[in-house]
């Protein structure tokens, strides 16, 4: 699993949902969580740490946002040259079949379609750990 | 008043996403009953409503899922794993949060058939003794639903524009 200092930005237009997984994520130990609640003041917020030296680890974001979709956001943190290979799991609440296949092919590593438990959460968030070797 | 030609499958597809969005979300298991016309059943009188307008081929109007400030605090407690006494202005949220999810799964099943829909951002209705379509004179179907493990009750209106 991602160490408990991983720095990590979560993403959603919903409070309710940024809280069920900051939640999910304190109770894995995490103590280094920011929030945004779009792509757009997600990029500041990227942008932002990396000014730190200190850039995010992860990125868990909603897809269907104001302003700039979750998507959106994969693709430009992608293209950057620090954050490029970033991991970035996708949540999702309408979750088809050519969806899938546009965020796989941006460069997506992972996605979870709401409804989910806290535990669907952790799966993912080990699989994408052990896909990056991040243990 | 006119009733409308319901789409069955519809109907039937919310109520079921509903069920799943609270059994898997919030680990709370409800059942729903027959689904009927206002005035032709037992309602209850709501103190959260979270409402999402819709357009398709097949329905265009309104959904609403009305709760109690019981079970929505119970949802709402589950869903975010601490237990809260009132409904705060940041509890709203969670309401749309949940039509969202509901109205998520509705249109990953309907679409696999060929449904199509447009929809507008979830808003929030709050008070004592509120009901969105009281005033209505259009049609307004109930679907109740019922707690598998007390006797709280909340319901889903549906409004044909």
Known sequence: MFSKSTRILVVDDMKTMRRIIKNTLTGLGMTEIMEAEDGSEAWDKIEGVLKEQNPFKLIISDWTMPKVTGLELLKKVRAHHIMGKVPFLLVTAEAEVEQVKEAIAAGVSGYITKPFPPTSLVEKLEAIATKYAMK | ?161
């Not at chain 2, 008043?1 to 298991?29: G, H, R, W």
């Not at chain 2, 929505?72 to 969670?94: C, R, V, Y």
């Open chain 2, 1 to 161: 008043m006119t009733v409308p030609n319901i789409d069955e499958k519809f109907i039937s597809t919310f109520a079921d996403a509903t069920k799943e969005t609270l059994a898997v979300q919030c680990a709370y298991k409800v059942k729903y009953g027959k689904p009927f016309l206002r005035g032709k059943g037992k309602a209850i009188v709501p103190a959260i409503i979270g409402v999402i307008g819709i357009s398709s081929p097949s329905f265009s109007g309104s959904i609403s899922v009305a709760f109690t400030e019981k079970i929505f605090l119970e949802l709402m407690g589950n869903m975010l794993g601490e237990p809260f006494a009132e409904i705060t202005e940041e509890l709203e949220d969670g309401v749309g949060e949940l039509i969202n999810i509901i109205f998520g799964v509705v249109k990953k099943t309907l679409s696999q058939i060929g449904y199509q829909f447009h929809r507008a951002i979830p808003s929030v209705i709050r008070g004592n003794n509120i009901s969105v379509h009281s005033v209505s004179t259009k049609p307004v179907i109930i679907i109740p639903f019922f707690s598998e493990t007390s006797p709280d009750t909340f319901q889903i209106e549906i409004v044909f524009e």
